[in-house]
């Protein structure tokens, strides 16, 4: 029987269900990377828990009341979700004028599908944290409840699982670097407390060298949400979410 059901949005790795399908929980992985025709579903020895891969366009409106109106009534103990950031993160600055030219509402319309991701989770009444880098959010939305860096989080992974296992190449082990991250969070969500992996030498990684460019695999590994923080989200919220789901018993 499962624990409960976790929901990610604008998640195609499925790291951060990780933790949660490993303890037994029912996990929904929504992307529209995944694919429309085959649902693809990651199972784990000795866990009933899974990642359920959904395609799904998180941009239109009606794909969130859908995905509201399905899980509604179900044992939903946590939410997550890592919006697009293209427009919005100051990173990206630069590039912000042109994109007015072309649409001069293109970072509220990037702001709205935000908000309606925290609406969503609001009324689903869950605890819940959306995930962005440093951006315009904090001045068009509101400012985030936390900040962190992969780094701070690098602890938590075992140290026989250093070595990152899909794109060691590309990130560092044990999530040893930096990159200042922002979440919003709403419920009862709990802030997990850091565990401190060690950064090179001169304090950064020099992994952004290796992950320039515009394709997509890039973007994806330079987005994927960091093993250690995956796993203090998990053991930070895990008693929340037992208490959550025990009121639909």
């Given at each position: 029987?499962?624990?409960?059901?976790?929901?990610?949005?604008?998640?195609?790795?499925?790291?951060?269900l990780k933790?949660?399908?490993?303890?037994?929980?029912?996990?929904?992985?929504?992307?529209?990377?995944?694919?429309k025709q085959n649902l693809n579903t990651d199972t784990f020895v000795g866990s009933k828990g899974s990642i359920n891969y959904?395609?799904?366009?998180?941009?239109?409106?009606?794909?969130?009341?859908?995905i509201q109106s399905e899980f509604g009534d179900k044992p939903v103990v946590f939410g997550m979700a890592f919006p697009v950031c293209t427009d919005m993160?100051?990173?990206?600055?630069?590039h912000f004028k042109r994109k007015a030219e072309a649409n001069p509402f293109f970072q509220a319309d990037a702001v709205g599908h935000?908000?309606?991701?925290?609406?969503?989770?609001?009324?689903?009444?869950?605890?819940?944290?959306?995930?962005?880098?440093?951006s315009v959010l904090?001045?068009?939305w509101r400012k985030p409840d936390h900040y962190f860096h992969p780094y701070h989080y690098g602890g938590y992974i075992p140290d026989d699982q250093a070595e990152h296992?899909?794109?060691?190449?590309?990130?560092?082990?044990?999530?040893?670097?930096?990159?200042?991250?922002?979440?919003?969070?709403?419920?009862?969500?709990?802030?997990?407390?850091?565990c401190y992996s060690n950064l090179p030498d001169g304090g950064y990684s020099k992994q952004h060298l290796k992950l320039g460019g515009k394709s997509q695999r890039t973007k994806d590994i330079r987005s994927a949400t960091p093993r250690g923080f995956a796993i203090a989200i998990y053991e930070a919220n895990k008693?929340?979410?037992?208490?959550e789901n025990s009121s639909w018993l």
């Open positions: 029987m499962s624990k409960g059901i976790v929901i990610s949005l604008y998640d195609f790795t499925g790291e951060a933790p949660w399908a490993l303890a037994g929980y029912t996990c929904y992985a929504f992307d529209i990377q995944h694919s959904i395609h799904a366009d998180l941009h239109d409106q009606e794909t969130l009341n859908a993160a100051v990173s990206g600055a630069a935000v908000t309606a991701i925290s609406r969503m989770f609001n009324g689903m009444a869950i605890p819940y944290f959306i995930e962005n880098p440093v904090a001045t068009k296992p899909r794109w060691p190449e590309y990130i560092a082990a044990r999530d040893a670097y930096p990159k200042k991250t922002c979440l919003w969070t709403g419920g009862s969500f709990n802030m997990p407390p850091p008693v929340k979410a037992v208490e």
